[in-house]
């Protein structure tokens, strides 16, 4: 868990509580990786719900805390956000910089088992199992109430880590998520690199199968913006609707018109998805 | 005020209304020049009280947009909020991005008369003319309710020209202005290339003399954190509460304990200033 390397580089003030800025060794990408935290100024009297979320391609720890205004309602609503980087940077894997939607902030949430990339790219096992434990060891975190969402890339990661471990998150989110991976450039891009050529090792990381062997039924809230400007090629929300309308799954799917793929989208219904939570994992 | 050349970049729906970015040539400037722009789904209504925020150091037109949390208050509160680049760019002057507190990115809100300076650095006539009047031509703005306000070198820039304008603005407020230029680092270096080596030339942008001369007490609410990084030796803070306390020039200064100088300190308390601006415009 190496908890011993936890590093606390930055802390922001911020609405009586704190943005955390953090870097630790991780021994599952055999990397430093880095994550932040939003700590509202209850979580100084008792532990908290926590909600992980997971930021989309290109994107570092850094980008939800500034630009999503999440922290005046994790204040709001009494929640713990804990954020990772989207992948392992500087690993030394040849070409990892030389694309936006492969390698270095993207990550795609998956554990990788082409050998190109397996030895660092542990995405999935890095956040549901060693930043977890991590963050749940020093942060004031009531481990019985977890969340998780996300947003493109990183709401594919929400569908996807929530669908496979429902007995460990709680609630499920997502901001204009990559529904149906396989079918979409970058998706399968990323998982011919990350889990090799044969498709049906990819079903084991795709919402759109995912969703329809669920046993437990946790409870998932999707926003998608009508003017995303990835939205009929890249994330498969029709798709997955489709699938929907076919099995006995609620999930609130939100179309809002006008809306785009940023975090002025995002922002928008950040207050939502937090309520979501909580009120779940109340 | 080069009207026709203006031209709209970028248009994000936020929190149902929109945050837009422009550019146009600006005569005053001879420069393009970039400025974004929130309106408030009630401003599709009718015409609004306006703010226009001012940002510091290295910030362009988007940082406030991005990482103020401002618009959701701006929304609430019904104004509009105009935000100007922080100078003229890629002028062609020698060394204008050389460093980080001189030229690009610190225009510092004034008009500057060094000959190296002046054909371009106007800022005080942009954001008091020649922006005022094209924003005012262009968006559902009321003309008789404007509020100024900014961080840092931009709140200086909001107490300067609120001071030199009272006849423009109606409300004056600032997070961690630099209160005394004429005293510090950043306010010296910068006057003495834009306004020359007397110091006589200075007082008329530095508002810790022009409150001093003020008939016209405009109301003004500065936020101060006290773990800022730069409160010792760039902001003149106490010089210029020392100078309240032998005037007669009301000032709401509160000093916030454990913030520092960034836009999670900003992010804060910009519900406060929005409401402080937004009473004194109804």
Same mark, same amino acid.
């Given at each position: ?12 003030k ?8 953090y870097?630790?060794q ?12 939003y700590l509202?100024?209850?979580s ?8 992980y ?8 720890e ?6 999503a ?9 009494g ?5 990772p980087d989207t992948?392992p ?7 990892e910089?030389d ?6 902030g993207a990550?795609?949430?998956v554990d990788?088992?082409?050998s190109k990339w ?12 060693? =930043? *977890?434990?991590? +963050? ?5 975190i ?5 969340? !998780?969402?996300? %947003?493109?890339?990183g ?8 669908l496979r ?6 609630s ?14 970058w998706g399968?891009?990323a998982f011919t690199?990350?889990?090799g ?18 046993q ?36 609130? =799917? *939100?179309?809002q +018109? ?8 995002i922002?928008t219904? !950040?207050?939502d %998805? ?8 109340r």
């Amino acid at each position: 868990m190496s908890k011993n390397s936890l590093e606390l580089t930055r802390s922001h003030k911020q609405f009586d509580g704190y943005t955390r800025f953090y870097t630790h060794q991780s021994e599952t990408c055999r990397a430093p990786m880095k994550f932040s935290a939003y700590l509202p100024p209850e979580s100084e009297k008792r532990k908290l719900p926590v909600l992980y979320w997971l930021s989309g391609l290109t994107c570092s720890e850094e980008i939800f805390m500034t630009e999503a205004h999440a922290q005046a309602m994790a204040k709001k609503y009494g929640v713990i956000l804990v954020v990772p980087d989207t992948s392992p940077r500087d690993t030394g894997i040849p070409g990892e910089d030389d694309r936006y939607d492969l390698g270095s902030g993207a990550g795609f949430y998956v554990d990788a088992t082409e050998s190109k990339w397996s030895k660092h790219y542990q995405m999935d096992s890095y956040v549901t199992k060693e =930043l *977890r434990e991590l +963050a749940e060891s020093v942060l004031p975190i009531d481990s019985s109430k977890r969340g !998780i969402f996300g %947003h493109s890339m990183g709401g594919h990661g929400a569908l996807v880590l929530g669908l496979r471990n429902p007995e460990l998150y709680r609630s499920i989110s997502a901001f204009a998520p990559i529904c149906a991976p396989s079918n979409a450039p970058w998706g399968e891009l990323a998982f011919t690199e990350y889990l090799g050529n044969d498709p049906s090792q990819w079903a084991q990381y795709d919402a759109s199968f995912l969703i329809q062997k669920a046993q437990i039924k946790t409870p998932i809230l999707i926003d998608q913006g009508l003017d995303d400007e990835f939205l009929a090629e890249q994330l498969g929300t029709d798709q997955f609707e489709k699938i929907l309308s076919t099995i006995n799954y609620p999930v609130t =799917l *939100r179309r809002q +018109a006008g809306y785009d793929h940023s975090y002025y989208f995002i922002s928008t219904f !950040i207050e939502d %998805h937090i309520k979501f939570h909580a009120e779940l994992l109340r």
